[in-house]
T-cell receptor
Framework: DAGVTQSPTHLIKTRGQQVTLRCSPK?????VSWYQQALGQGPQFIFQ???????QRGNFPDRFSGHQFPNYSSELNVNALLLGDSALYLC??????????????FGNGTRLTVT | GQSLEQPSEVTAVEGAIVQINCTYQ??????LSWYQQHDGGAPTFLSY????GLEETGRFSSFLSRSDSYGYLLLQELQMKDSASYFC??????????FGGGTRLMVKP
């Protein structure tokens, strides 16, 4: 039973560029959330996708956008990269946004470095 | 908004018991979760409390007091492999989690 998979594992970009990160949820899960984790800090919620729509959004600018596909996989896009966007980007899947006891299953993340 | 406070670092010896506290302020609360993250790894789910009281899962237990906006994670019979960061997280509407800053646990022989 495959868990949450993310690609790529590492990425180096230059300020001003755009990046796309990818995530495949755990088998049987239909909801994908994205988190940003700066070094030494807790994950910060970016947004959540369910039924191919953005359902909730954290305090992140419009430069951060996403998409969910019919097979439940998801992409995170970041435009006009800033040095402060350097972080570990974590994808988490779960069962439905209203299934309160469904814990999040995280992928190993994509380490993004902006130079 | 939501905010969570937990100690930044805790050190304990192998075989001991350690308690990691978490206090929170929230505008919407459905439960308190705990996650473990080893360096370079993914956060993994440990425990969840929706109601007041103690939940036990093997060597790990978690406690919640909603009236005090307080919870803790208790780790017993510490092992070297328990050295990791531990995060408390408030579950809000729509299964969204707000994480604390994390507690780095160092287990010494």
């Amino acid at each position: 039973d495959a868990g949450v998979t993310q690609s790529p594992t590492h990425l180096i970009k230059t300020r001003g560029q755009q990046v796309t990160l990818r995530c495949s949820p755990k088998s049987g899960h239909d909801t994908v959330s994205w988190y940003q984790q700066a070094l030494g800090q807790g994950p910060q919620f970016i947004f959540q996708y369910y039924e191919e729509e953005e359902r909730q959004r954290g305090n992140f600018p419009d430069r951060f956008s996403g998409h969910q596909f019919p097979n439940y996989s998801s992409e995170l896009n970041v435009n006009a990269l800033l040095l402060g966007d350097s972080a570990l980007y974590l994808c988490a899947s779960s069962l439905g946004p209203t299934t309160r006891n469904s814990p999040l299953h995280f992928g190993n993340g994509t380490r993004l470095t902006v130079t | 908004g939501q905010s969570l406070e937990q100690p930044s670092e805790v050190t304990a010896v192998e075989g001991a018991i350690v308690q990691i506290n978490c206090t929170y302020q929230t505008s919407g609360f459905y439960g308190l979760s705990w996650y473990q993250q080893h360096d370079g790894g993914a956060p993994t789910f440990l425990s969840y409390n929706a109601l007041d009281g103690l939940e036990e899962t093997g060597r790990f237990s978690s406690f919640l007091s909603r009236s005090d906006s307080y919870g803790y994670l208790l780790l017993q019979e510490l092992q070297m492999k328990d050295s990791a960061s531990y995060f408390c997280a408030v579950k809000g509407a729509g299964n969204m989690l707000t994480f604390g800053g994390g507690t780095r646990l160092m287990v010494k022989p």
